[in-house]
């Protein structure tokens, strides 16, 4: 069974500063793909940015990038220059490749980050 | 890029009654959509895989009598939540995997469910 766990339950991070959302995760699948969604107010998903497995680099897509380190099933995500745009809440997610049950997205709890002037 | 788009965004009923909220990929076919239910300041939970052409696969605990899932065509999935109760009131949310371009999961603006 796939778990995904986010530690942060809420953070405050002042404009400008970079901020580091933690996720860790726990599958016994080879074959997987990690996700992070931002989703305002308003309620919408937002994609941010995809991790496979089997990448070698990390991902990163413009002031995102993803921090992933394979051995400790880890998959942070990192905003750098947050702006003030940038407070709402964060999921992780992740959905295996390997066949079998669901093809949905296994989400963290989530992470409310707001961004203070 | 590739749109879902959900309908309605909010809706409030009485007790009882059934609501249907649809689905919809605007530019590309989706022969598989996802339904996840919401509730507030909570993660997202997968509530059942709509199928185009066959039934939909629910997740465990999920009753598939009360929640209705139709994937008549390969644009178009309904979730009809039927004789809703106050418990039902939840944000739902559809998702569509473009496969023909990325294979990218796309949301929906999702549906806020209110039952009085």
């Known amino acids: 069974a796939q778990k995904i766990t986010q530690t942060q339950p809420g953070m405050f991070v002042q404009e400008k500063e970079a901020v580091t959302l933690d996720c860790t995760y726990d599958t016994s699948d080879p074959s997987y793909g990690l996700f992070w969604y931002k989703q305002p107010s308003s309620g919408e998903m937002i994609f941010l940015i995809y991790q496979g497995s089997y990448d070698q680099q990390n991902a990163t897509e413009g002031r995102y990038s993803l921090n992933f380190q394979k051995a400790r099933k880890s998959a942070n995500l990192v905003i750098s220059a947050s702006q003030l745009g940038d407070s709402a809440m964060y999921f992780c997610a992740m959905r295996d490749f390997s066949g079998g049950g669901a093809d949905g997205l296994t989400f963290g709890k989530g992470t409310h980050l707001i961004i203070q002037p | 890029g590739a749109v879902v788009s959900q309908h309605p965004s909010w809706v409030i009923c009485k007790s009882g009654t059934s609501v249907k909220i649809e689905c919809r990929s605007l530019d590309f076919q989706a022969t598989t959509m996802f339904w996840y239910r919401q509730f507030p300041k909570q993660s997202l939970m997968l509530m059942a895989t709509?199928?185009?052409?066959?039934?939909?696969?629910?997740e465990q605990g999920v009753e598939k009598d009360k929640f209705l899932i139709n994937h008549a065509s390969l644009t178009l999935s309904t979730l009809t939540v039927t004789s809703a109760h106050p418990e039902d009131s939840s944000f739902y949310i559809c998702?569509?995997?473009?496969?023909?371009?990325?294979?990218?999961?796309?949301f929906g603006e999702g549906s806020r469910l209110t039952v009085l």
């Open positions: 998702s569509a995997r473009d496969w023909e371009v990325s294979g990218e999961l796309f």
């Open positions: 709509s199928n185009e052409g066959s039934k939909a696969t629910y």
